[in-house]
């Protein structure tokens, strides 16, 4: 087993941005000033506990933290198997795990003196929760996002636009995340002076993937106090879906160490991971590439041209996946499986009618897994999957999948 | 002594300025962009840069992401490019070229391959945009070990501090871009760049050549005497997206040409 060979998983990225291959710092000249004054902004305000501090009341008293770890009690016996515990991502303000991430990169821009923010958004979840804290501190905001999920996200855009960001719809490229990223990074090449790019995921040059996990390991540290207080032990089985991978790293990070912790990492698998790549399973079906300042598992073509993800989740459809992925994949210390939009749908509707709870899209994806392997476990198994985010958001793709018809009348 | 360094010298002795020209390969398919390539050194380009196209082109304006798109649609590849780079050369021994794109195409063809392959094709350097100098181990170190020219970009943000570091493992020429921003946005303004070029000139021996925000013969002419030379790109490329003869497109070429070298 390969984790004989580490004594900790926790020490990463190296002084490069490394982890293993994977990683690194892979933008143009103009940037690379930027994000090398970032790292040492980001490396300065690790270690003081006046950024903590301000970020721990904030989470407390704007996001609502700590989330709740909630015994999924009729799922379980739904599923007749292992016991499910669920971390509640999707109370937090603005109804996902994003919040958690903008809030410390938002105060790192306030302490640089960035006057101008600018994020990426897919299914539109970043876009909000960076409009919000942006709203929240008065600082002008730009979100970038594909034309075509601007189309199939309209919700998301009206509340960013109500937020007072500005929402760029991006036609470039295919009109998607990844070309909403390459819009993004186009606009920070051009505004290098006072604008602060906020990125959504663990993903992009050194120090983001880091840096973005380590606002996320809230999720982590909390679930595992929480599993203590609850269980007196560790979950045997922890699970999260997987776009960019930024829920799953923050759920995942805290628990590298602890041997005995199954990890599991659940991506999209579309119409099914096979030659026909209608799916955005990075690892399951991609190879190493070099896209957005990192060295990580992509979709491409044998030419090394990018692909299009294709899943019912807007938020998972990206054609990469952070570098500490790749890293955890390559290593063995963490699975990695996919799921079909179908399962997902299906999972979506098993937390609605089991617990009440309208689940994202993008959990529905871990969910669909935990349906799957948890009949088979023994009842004494723990699972603690991250219900990163709430479905208020998907209804309408849900509905029309499901054939019917919500769209209002006048 | 690459092609390149054999070039800027015999531009040096005769005391003219260099005129350096970029189109994508493939645009708008294969055998126009092959004979637009052909017609430039006749139309007075110095050195040729030559896009390898990509489909997410994250340093460039619309009018390079759409010429990667026609060429991708076209089914232009990393092969395809190598194989017009060498088709080229049959009819050309001295001109340089200079193959310029992103890292994932190359690093998908596996790079010590790349490097052999782009040798046997006749291509003299490289111009790797998301490949800065702390990636140096990926492909700049090998590229230099196999006799190619690494040309690195210095920009406005390269600030006095760090150029030591841009300027350190690249050879061939320094490629400097004129403005914060992508390729074919803002317009160059001599009187900007020229104190910026002779910051970057106290640093190297090499030539440094501008780029970024070239349009016409007449700014061509002005950058091109506060530097080593102009370089232009989108405003070449954008004469080809518009469906322009290949005639048409020398044409043009022609008179920027003429801009740099009437310094």
Redesign the interface.
């Known amino acids: 087993m390969a984790n004989d060979l580490f004594n900790s998983f926790m020490t990463g990225p190296d002084e490069k941005g490394r982890f293993g291959q994977f990683g690194g710092r892979f933008v143009s000249e103009t940037l690379m000033p930027l994000i090398l004054d970032l790292e040492a902004e980001y490396e300065k305000a690790k270690t003081d506990q006046s950024f903590w501090d301000e970020m721990n009341y904030l989470w407390t008293h704007y996001v609502g933290r700590p989330s709740p770890l909630y015994f999924a009690e009729r799922l379980t016996e739904r599923l007749g198997g292992a016991k499910i515990y669920l971390k509640r991502d999707e109370l937090n303000h603005t109804g996902a795990h994003k919040i958690n991430n903008v809030l410390g990169q938002i105060i790192l821009a306030r302490r640089m003196g960035k006057t101008r923010i600018i994020a990426e958004t897919g299914a539109g979840q970043h876009g909000v929760a960076t409009a919000t804290v942006c709203a929240k501190f008065g600082l002008k905001c730009i979100v970038y996002m594909g034309a075509h999920d601007v189309e199939r996200q309209k919700p998301n855009v009206f509340r960013m636009k109500l937020l007072g960001a500005e929402v760029v719809p991006v036609t470039s490229g295919r009109g998607t995340l990844k070309d909403a990223m390459n819009d993004a990074l186009r606009d920070w090449v051009t505004n290098v002076r006072d604008t602060f790019y906020c990125i959504g995921t663990v993903a992009g040059p050194h120090p983001y993937p880091a840096m973005v996990r380590d606002f996320q390991a809230i999720i982590g540290k909390e679930a595992k106090a929480q599993m203590q207080e609850a269980e007196g032990r560790l979950p045997d089985t922890v699970i999260a879906a997987i776009g960019g991978g930024s829920n799953a790293m923050g759920l995942f990070f805290p628990f590298l160490d602890d041997k005995e912790v199954q990890i599991i990492g659940v991506e999209a698998g579309g119409k099914g991971v096979n030659a026909n790549m209608e799916h955005c399973a990075s690892l399951t079906g991609g190879r190493p590439g070099v896209l957005h300042g990192n060295r990580t598992y992509l979709l491409q073509d044998d030419d090394g041209q990018i692909l299009e993800g294709f899943s019912i989740s807007a938020g998972l459809d990206y054609p990469g996946i952070g570098p500490e992925h790749s890293w955890l994949h390559e290593i063995g210390r963490a699975e990695y499986v996919a799921i079909t939009d179908i399962e997902a749908l299906e999972a979506f509707q098993l937390s609605c009618e089991t617990e009440g709870i309208i689940p994202a899209l993008e959990p529905s994806h871990a969910l669909a897994h935990v349906a799957k392997i948890a009949p088979g476990l023994p009842m004494d198994h723990i699972i603690c999957m991250n219900m990163c985010g709430r479905g208020d958001k998907d209804i309408f793709t849900v509905a029309k999948a499901l054939g019917w018809d919500i769209v209002e009348a006048d | 002594m690459t092609r390149i360094d054999t070039r800027f010298a015999a531009l040096k002795a005769e005391g003219k300025k260099a005129f350096v020209s970029y189109v994508m390969a493939g645009d708008p398919d294969y055998a126009t962009s092959l004979e637009i390539v052909q017609g430039l050194p006749d139309a007075g380009v110095d050195v040729i840069e030559l896009g390898l196209?990509?489909?997410?082109?994250?340093?460039d304006?619309?009018t390079i992401?759409l010429a990667g798109?026609r060429a991708?649609a076209s089914g232009q590849?990393?092969?395809k490019t190598l194989e017009l780079a060498r088709a080229f050369r049959e009819g050309d021994e001295t001109t340089p070229i200079v193959l310029m794109g992103?890292?994932?195409?190359?690093?998908?063809?596996g790079v010590e391959r790349f490097l052999e392959d782009a040798k046997a094709a006749g291509i003299d350097g490289l111009i790797v945009?998301?490949?800065?100098?702390?990636?140096d181990e990926e492909l700049c170190i090998p590229a230099q070990a196999a006799g190619l020219n690494f040309i690195?970009?210095?920009?406005?943000?390269?600030?006095d501090q760090?150029l030591p570091k841009?300027m350190q493992n690249t050879s061939g020429f320094v490629y400097y871009?004129s403005i914060?921003?992508?390729t074919g946005?803002a317009n160059a303004v001599a009187g900007d760049v020229g104190p910026e070029v002779a910051r970057i000139k106290a640093a190297t021996d090499l030539p440094v050549i501008v780029g970024f925000g070239i349009k016409t013969p007449e700014t061509s002419r002005e950058i091109a005497s506060v530097a080593d030379g102009a370089v232009v790109g989108s405003a070449i490329v954008d004469l080809i997206g518009q469906g322009k003869s290949v005639t048409e497109v020398l044409e043009f070429v022609r008179g920027l040409a003429k801009g740099a070298h009437s310094v």
């Not at chain 2, 992103?102 to 063809?109: L, Q």
């Not at chain 2, 945009?129 to 990636?135: I, Q």
């Not at chain 2, 690195?152 to 600030?159: F, G, I, Q, S």
């Open positions: 196209p990509f489909t997410d082109p994250m340093a304006g619309p992401q798109q991708l590849t990393l092969v992103y890292y994932n195409p190359i690093h998908s063809h945009v998301d490949l800065p100098p702390e990636e690195r970009l210095a920009t406005p943000t390269t600030d760090r841009v871009v914060t921003g992508i946005a």
